[in-house]
């Protein structure tokens, strides 16, 4: 069991929602909390594996200029 000290203001945030009905118990709460934080840490761990990958073709050399890419891409949009 993991016991959390919140804070004055957390801990009554947390009250807030429970008393509202929205929640039906402080655990609840704390369990939606930290699956957002598991959410936001998975397309953070993405978001860094995509950027590692781009910085890995830029070392390698597989990169274009940039002028070359937005004239594709007006080509592409019809501008």
Do not use: C, N, P, W
Not at 4 to 13: I, N
Not at 39 to 45: F, I, M, N, T, V
Request: charged residues 30%; proline residues 0%.
């Amino acid at each position: 069991m993991i016991s959390a000290d919140l804070g004055k203001q957390l801990e009554g945030y947390v009250q807030q929602l429970v008393d509202s009905g929205r929640y039906g118990s402080k655990s609840e709460v704390l369990r939606e909390g930290v699956r957002l934080i598991q959410d936001r840490e998975s397309h953070l761990a993405a978001l860094d594996a995509s950027v590692a990958r781009g910085l890995a073709d830029a070392d390698a050399g597989r990169t274009a200029a940039a002028e070359k890419v937005f004239e594709r891409l007006a080509k592409k949009l019809g501008a």
